[in-house]
């Protein structure tokens, strides 16, 4: 899937500064955010997408990053440069941004859950097909003892008697007001009294979750997979976040796919060669198909089987199946086969046109050179 460029998505040019990005981008989230679009994933979406964005962008090290490989810097495809934390990125975004926005409003203790990335290789005969399998993934889930709250008994958190829930505290130096995160509730406004025995507070446990993932026909390797709402559990009761699949393709036995295309790589005896015949291959559908070779075929010659190819990821059509011919010489023969060999050998003074053509031009630049 391609990701929009995080320039044009947020709407400025590259040389923004930090001041006019910071602009663009709360126009923009405002006009997104779930609040004001409630039930609308596309909207929660994009919300996410321009989060995403300005975290990198406002970042000099990270802007750097993308201005130089783009999304790569960040997927894992491209050189290690740090990604994304989409719990703490949106809520740091949001805390700088909307601290005030719909009431005053602070963040709350709960916390989306991370996304999680699984990597699962499958075999070429199921990129073709589409197939159902079943992975285990380790994650963390909502605590069932105290309902994902992480206070004991299920009990809701309490206003945070430092800074009476406005997550952040002030301080008076001179003339100068200091404001910062509250130390007691990190900044939450709210704390647990009694913490969860079971899992400490944080609303969620460690545990091996097993899902089923679809895979349709056509898949590439590389093709990444997103099921939403099976990533790690939130903190206290927040959202969890995504599971995000990495397809790899194993080699096959017979078949090399690029694109959508197959090709095969298919042995030929002298004989078949030189006189043409007939020969069965298999096709990735699990069929066959004859394929009739002429007369003096040489190693390198393809033949294109329309339509035996991969079939397009979601949509209409197959690619086609290409079969490389080589030439296969024989080995172990046996005494009346080598003297039958010599004695074709003798007669077959026009049988070669590309030897007899490459030696004749090796003997004229001999001769070129003992002048």
């Given at each position: 899937?391609?990701?929009q460029?995080?320039?044009?998505?947020?709407?400025?040019?590259?040389?923004?500064?930090?001041?006019?990005?910071?602009?663009?981008?709360?126009?923009?989230?405002?006009?997104?955010?779930p609040?004001?679009?409630?039930?609308?994933?596309?909207?929660?979406?994009?919300?996410?997408?321009?989060?995403?964005?300005?975290?990198?962008?406002?970042?000099?090290?990270?802007r750097?990053?993308?201005?130089?490989?783009?999304?790569?810097?960040?997927?894992?495809?491209?050189?290690?440069?740090?990604?994304?934390?989409?719990?703490?990125?949106?809520?740091?975004?949001?805390?700088?941004?909307?601290?005030?926005?719909?009431?005053?409003?602070?963040?709350?203790?709960?916390?989306?859950?991370?996304?999680?990335?699984?990597?699962?290789?499958?075999?070429?005969?199921?990129?073709?097909?589409?197939?159902?399998?079943?992975?285990?993934?380790?994650?963390?889930?909502?605590?069932?003892?105290?309902?994902?709250?992480g206070?004991?008994?299920?009990?809701?958190?309490?206003?945070?008697?430092?800074?009476?829930g406005?997550?952040?505290?002030?301080?008076?130096?001179?003339?100068?007001?200091?404001?910062?995160?509250?130390?007691?509730?990190?900044?939450?406004?709210r704390?647990?009294?009694?913490?969860?025995?079971?899992?400490?507070?944080?609303?969620?446990?460690h545990?091996?979750?097993?899902?089923?993932?679809?895979?349709?026909?056509g898949?590439?390797?590389?093709?990444?997979?997103?099921?939403?709402?099976?990533?790690?559990?939130?903190?206290?009761?927040?959202?969890?976040?995504d599971?995000?699949?990495?397809?790899?393709?194993?080699?096959?036995?017979?078949?090399?796919?690029?694109?959508?295309?197959l090709?095969?790589?298919?042995?030929?005896?002298?004989?078949?060669?030189?006189?043409?015949?007939?020969?069965?291959?298999?096709?990735?559908?699990?069929?066959?198909?004859?394929?009739?070779?002429?007369?003096?075929?040489?190693?390198?010659?393809?033949?294109?089987?329309?339509?035996?190819?991969?079939?397009?990821?979601?949509?209409?059509?197959?690619?086609?199946?290409?079969?490389?011919?080589?030439?296969?010489?024989?080995?172990?023969?046996?005494?009346?086969?080598?003297?039958?060999?010599?004695?074709?050998?003798?007669?077959?003074?026009?049988?070669?046109?590309?030897?007899?053509?490459?030696?004749?031009?090796?003997?004229?630049?001999?001769?070129?050179?003992?002048?």
């Open positions: 899937m391609t990701q460029d995080f320039y044009e998505l947020l709407g400025v040019e590259r040389g923004v500064d930090a001041d006019s990005l910071k602009k663009a981008y709360r126009k923009k989230a405002m006009q997104y955010h609040d004001r679009n409630p039930g609308d994933q596309e909207a929660e979406a994009k919300f996410k997408e321009l989060s995403m964005a300005y975290d990198v962008l406002r970042d000099p090290d990270k750097a990053a993308y201005d130089r490989y783009g999304h790569a810097a960040f997927d894992g495809s491209g050189p290690d440069v740090g990604g994304f934390d989409f719990g703490t990125t949106f809520a740091d975004v949001f805390d700088d941004l909307f601290g005030e926005f719909m009431g005053g409003r602070r963040r709350s203790s709960a916390r989306r859950g991370d996304d999680l990335r699984y990597n699962l290789e499958i075999q070429l005969d199921d990129a073709f097909h589409g197939t159902n399998t079943q992975i285990r993934v380790p994650t963390t889930v909502g605590c069932d003892a105290c309902d994902g709250s206070a004991a008994g299920g009990a809701q958190p309490v206003v945070c008697p430092t800074c009476q406005a997550g952040r505290v002030r301080a008076q130096q001179g003339f100068f007001t200091i404001e910062r995160t509250c130390p007691t509730c990190s900044g939450a406004g704390v647990i009294e009694n913490p969860c025995d079971v899992c400490g507070g944080s609303g969620r446990i545990k091996e979750k097993s899902l089923s993932v679809d895979i349709p026909p898949v590439e390797d590389g093709t990444r997979i997103r099921l939403a709402g099976e990533g790690e559990a939130g903190m206290r009761g927040g959202p969890p976040g599971l995000y699949i990495f397809l790899s393709i194993a080699p096959h036995r017979i078949f090399q796919r690029e694109g959508l295309h090709y095969c790589t298919v042995p030929i005896p002298m004989i078949d060669a030189a006189l043409g015949g007939t020969i069965e291959v298999p096709t990735m559908d699990g069929g066959r198909s004859r394929v009739n070779i002429p007369a003096g075929t040489q190693t390198g010659r393809q033949f294109r089987l329309k339509g035996k190819g991969m079939p397009m990821l979601r949509g209409q059509g197959k690619g086609d199946m290409y079969l490389k011919t080589v030439v296969e010489t024989p080995v172990n023969l046996t005494k009346r086969q080598k003297e039958l060999l010599r004695e074709f050998h003798g007669e077959s003074k026009d049988n070669n046109p590309e030897s007899e053509g490459f030696f004749a031009r090796v003997k004229d630049l001999w001769d070129d050179l003992t002048e």
